[in-house]
């Protein structure tokens, strides 16, 4: 008789339960265990903001399944058919015997489980920074269940009325929209110089900074939090305190990024930088151990660009939970890796990256050129037609696509899946353009938002479009070197304006009879809403001669800065 093989799995929120449930299926005479240190396994955590929104009304929905039932070690046992061991922690791993040194949190008897193959899936944690205070009341981290069950308790019984927000990253966006339309007063506090660093952009961060102001998020850039301050009667927070300001606050959220949990690994002699290293199958250093989720550091899958990438999702989690159950079995499927992609609701505005930033292509030393495209998802004349903004980025040598970020009201979801799948195939530009998508007025526009900036980046690079960034164009009105060309109809130049002295309104079907009233001998910034005709002018331009002229990617529309509206 054949021993059963021994899979022995040690955390239970998402990878784990994934490659324990597959496992299952394909193997099922393995002998396979999960243990988890805490009490609750395979819960949703991305769901809490929304929980606390109000989006929801039953936490439990984030710990059952879609027909009600709670994911228990019963439930794991009875339905998905193997054994979970909760409230055990994995204190050690002896490689050479196959065992895992367990403790049991409730009784504090300590054993030792064996295996033939190992799953790490200890996940992350959120970075808890050394600063006085953080051990008050009314300071909350949000990656568990309970996090967010609690502060709506508190919330509710003590009548907690000002947030602060340590940390301008998705939990930061997600957590200060929910607080929000609850009622609190918000402070979202960050200590680089925009927010979603190391997500976006600073052109595109600084545009939707904007949406955060108007829904009455008060964002405080360049400070770091130097201190939480109570009351020492009772030990509640009553403010937060940086390096230049202090911020009444009942109650504050920190959100400053997540570090994998990878101790264990490191322990045992495994390879690890910034987490557990694995190959395309999600072997470790140590073939009978694999490793999947927050705990791993992943290959990046974009061309053009070979390095690691820490991007903790739980959508990587569940794959890779299937990428391991699949070589356990002896069906071995390859992760090709991540191209970083992440996408976060701001109110009302969709905003995501994918593939590379140019801040991190400019630390990779690539050759590349960018663009920022601005316009409706759909059509003008439908009615529920919303204005979205997209930044692309390509190799110059080859016109791959590296890089994209979204942020407006319209559709950015679909054009941010479409162009995360033409950077992980190594797409060009071209083959973005060509790309045969769905079209009907209800859904885009004739030629689709991403194709269309895909279109105006190829332009760029072959010398045909002639433009400079939102934020290019401000440095250089900031230091009066250019003339701005207004080629709107005078009806909308009646409505809002760029606060620049230095404006001419010539309406593009004007131009060309009008052309001699523009200098020679200045930079000239053509603009419109969108900036298609800005882009209409400057070839116009071009062909009379004029050579110093570069449109403003967007037009007034993708304009992060101060405008003057007229008669609004």
């Keep these: 008789m054949t021993t059963p093989l021994r899979v022995l799995i040690i955390g239970g929120v998402a990878c784990g339960p994934k490659a324990g449930a597959r496992l299952r299926r394909l193997m099922p005479d393995a002998d396979i265990t999960m243990i988890d240190k805490g009490e609750l396994v395979s819960y949703g955590a991305c769901g809490l903001p929304y929980y606390v929104e109000g989006v929801f009304p039953n936490i439990k929905a984030l710990t059952h399944t879609q027909v009600g039932l709670p994911r228990t070690p019963e439930f794991f046992e009875k339905t998905k058919g193997f054994k979970v061991m909760n409230r055990t922690e994995a204190l050690s791993i002896d490689r050479e015997k196959k065992t895992v040194r367990v403790k049991n949190l409730t009784t504090g008897e300590e054993t030792d489980l064996s295996y033939d193959k190992l799953v790490l899936a200890t996940g992350g944690r959120p970075f808890r920074p050394p600063i006085p205070g953080i051990h008050l009341k009314n300071v909350w981290f949000m990656t568990h269940p309970d996090d967010a069950d609690t502060l709506v308790k508190e919330v509710e019984s003590q009548g907690l009325e000002k947030a602060v927000m340590v940390g301008a990253g998705f939990i930061g966006m997600e957590m200060a929209e929910a607080l929000i339309y609850k009622g609190l007063d918000v402070t979202l506090v960050e200590m680089q110089d ?178 920022i495209w601005g316009g409706p998802d759909k059509p003008h004349y439908m009615k529920d037609a919303r204005y979205l903004l997209i930044k692309m980025l390509a190799n110059r040598k080859d016109r791959k696509v590296i890089g994209v970020q979204v942020a407006g009201m319209g559709a950015g979801d679909k054009r941010l899946d479409v162009a995360a799948s033409t950077i992980f195939y190594g797409g060009a530009l071209d083959d973005l353009a060509d790309i045969d998508l769905a079209y009907a007025p209800p859904y885009s526009p004739p030629i689709d938002p991403i194709a269309a900036c895909a279109q105006v980046l190829s332009n760029k690079l072959d010398g045909l479009a002639h433009c400079i960034s939102p934020a290019e164009a401000k440095r250089r009105m900031d230091q009066g070197e250019v003339v701005l060309l207004d080629v709107r109809e005078p009806d909308e130049n009646k409505m809002l304006k760029m606060a620049y002295d230095k404006v001419i309104h010539i309406p593009l079907g004007e131009l060309r009879d009008r052309i001699n009233e523009l200098p020679e001998d200045t930079d000239i910034l053509p603009f419109c809403k969108i900036s298609l005709r800005g882009y209409e002018a400057q070839r116009i331009l071009n062909a009379s001669g004029y050579n110093r002229v570069w449109f403003i990617e967007g037009g007034h529309e993708a304009w992060p800065y101060e405008l003057d509206y007229l008669g609004m």
Excluded: W
Excluded at 206 to 214: N, V
Excluded at 290 to 295: P, R, S, T, V
Excluded at 343 to 365: H, S
């Design 194 to 371: 925009q927010i979603l660093p190391g997500v976006l952009d600073k052109d595109m961060a600084d545009y939707t900074q904007i949406h955060l102001d108007d829904n009455d998020v008060e964002v405080v850039l360049s400070e770091r939090v130097t201190a939480l301050l109570g009351d020492d009667a009772d030990d509640k927070l009553t403010a937060v305190q940086t390096d230049q300001n202090t911020y009444d606050a009942d109650l504050a959220i920190i959100a400053v990024g997540t570090r994998p949990n990878f101790e264990l690994a490191e322990a045992a002699g495994l390879s690890c930088r910034r987490g557990i290293i694995i190959n395309e199958y999600c072997q470790t250093s140590d073939p009978d151990i694999y490793a999947g989720g927050d705990c791993v550091v992943n290959h990046y899958a974009g061309k053009g660009a070979g390095d690691y990438m820490y991007a903790p999702l739980g959508s990587t989690a569940n794959k890779q939970g299937r990428i391991i159950a699949n070589h356990i079995a002896g069906r071995p499927s390859p992760f090709s890796g991540i191209t970083g992609t992440g996408i976060v609701k701001a109110f009302d505005f969709t905003v995501g990256r994918t593939g590379l930033t140019e801040t991190q292509a400019i630390r990779l030393n690539l050759d590349y050129e960018s663009v």
